[in-house]
Nanobody, 123 residues
Framework: QVQLVESGGGLVQAGGSLRLSCTASGLTFSNYFMGWFRQAPGKEREFVAYITSRGGATVYADSVKGRFAISRDNAKNSMLLQMNSLKPDDTAAYYC????????????????WGQGTQVTVSS
């Protein structure tokens, strides 16, 4: 069965950094586009970033451009999100997701989801 497992969340001061990881199993990882999404309490799940199946291209939400970096290592079935210059508005549960049909900025474009990891940024 397909599993996506996120880790690396925690509590950090504004201006600090965190690195999230997502490890996949039960799928041919290199066949999937991968994305990061986040969801704050009372808000819709929103797009953060995605990366193509071979890692050749990345796309970011405007709110995180220049601060976050998405990457993947297909040999390890893993994906990373490096988050720098964190702001209180970045506070959310962060989810990794896998899409076999192609890139998407919408949650509906993804086939599999992890359970999330909490990121809290204090002011």
């Amino acid at each position: 069965q397909v599993q996506l497992v996120e880790s690396g969340g925690g509590l950090v001061q504004a201006g600090g950094s965190l690195r999230l990881s997502c490890t996949a199993s039960g799928l041919t990882f290199s066949n999937y586009f991968m994305g990061w999404f986040r969801q704050a309490p009372g808000k819709e799940r929103e797009f953060v970033a995605y990366i193509t199946s071979r890692g050749g291209a990345t796309v970011y939400a405007d709110s995180v451009k220049g601060r976050f970096a998405i990457s993947r290592d297909n040999a390890k079935n893993s994906m990373l999100l490096q988050m720098n210059s964190l702001k209180p508005d970045d506070t959310a549960a962060y989810y990794c997701a896998a899409s076999r049909l192609g890139y998407s900025r919408s949650t509906s474009g993804y086939d599999y989801w992890g359970q999330g990891t909490q990121v809290t940024v204090s002011s």
